[in-house]
């Protein structure tokens, strides 16, 4: 299959299906995540109190889990619904935010892998090589390397979960052991917007949601936000006007 065909296959059933995604995400980025995968087709229920996760992912597509803003009942919360994932045999999608910047972070992180093996992992390159014990060089929750710098670890933390890895970056890495998709259409401006590393992990969820391909699910929710990227940059005077212009131009697509 065409990558274009690709992409347009898992959009259209995307958009035909409306998955429900089941997103434990943090407080900073839960509106803008909401919004992106309305746009984009997608049925999005943020649910993170421990009394329902469990039912939630019984119910829903995917599962996002994105350790942003940490709390001892959200971590427990997290942990259900890896559990409840893995026992139905739901794809789920793991945002390691800022791995390695506080032990507390680190062990979280280790405890939910262990719990259940994420489908996909997405972070920025530092967060894979943190999250990969390849270095512990992270500054809060932005990146302090290249993308194209935490390939190798990326692709030992693959073989190691038998799982894919999501690098995101000026350039995105796509990594399933052996096999490595990379894609350079997304736009500067995206970084200086706060959560759009999350909003790609929540894209992922929507695509894996739809799309048995793993692989394939990851590498056309990276190109999603590319295009949608690169539509809203040609529209846009700054990054206020960036964050409404890229909803419309998920919508759009």
Wanted: hydrophobic share 45%; net charge negative.
């Amino acid at each position: 299959m065409s990558e274009n065909n690709a992409f347009n296959k898992v959009l259209e059933q995307i958009r035909t299906q409306s998955p429900l995604v089941h997103n434990i995400t943090n407080y900073v980025v839960m509106n803008n995540t909401a919004n992106a995968l309305l746009a984009i087709g997608a049925s999005p229920v943020m649910a993170h109190a421990v009394e329902e996760v469990e039912d939630i992912v019984t119910i829903s597509s995917s599962l996002v889990i994105n350790m942003g803003t940490l709390s001892k009942k959200w971590v427990e919360a997290m942990i259900l619904s890896a559990a409840k994932a893995k026992e139905l045999n739901k794809p789920f999608v793991f945002d390691p935010v800022g791995v390695g910047a506080s032990k507390y972070r680190s062990e979280t992180a280790q405890k939910i892998i262990e719990t259940a093996t994420p489908s996909v992992i997405r972070g920025n390159a530092s967060e894979i090589m943190a999250l990969a014990q390849v270095t512990n060089s992270t500054k809060g929750v932005d990146s302090t390397v290249a993308s194209d710098a935490a390939v190798s670890a990326a692709q030992s933390l693959s073989k190691q979960l038998n799982n894919t890895v999501v690098i995101s970056g000026a350039t995105d890495y796509i990594i399933t052991n052996d096999t490595i998709s990379k894609i350079t259409d997304s736009d500067s401006m995206m970084s200086k917007i706060t959560g759009m590393g999350c909003t790609a992990t929540a894209m992922v969820g929507a695509c894996i949601g739809v799309e048995a391909d793993i692989h394939l699910a990851s590498t056309v929710a990276m190109q999603i936000m590319g295009k949608a990227g690169n539509m809203a940059a040609d529209l846009s005077a700054g990054p206020g006007s960036f964050q409404m212009n890229f909803l419309d131009s998920l919508y759009k697509l």
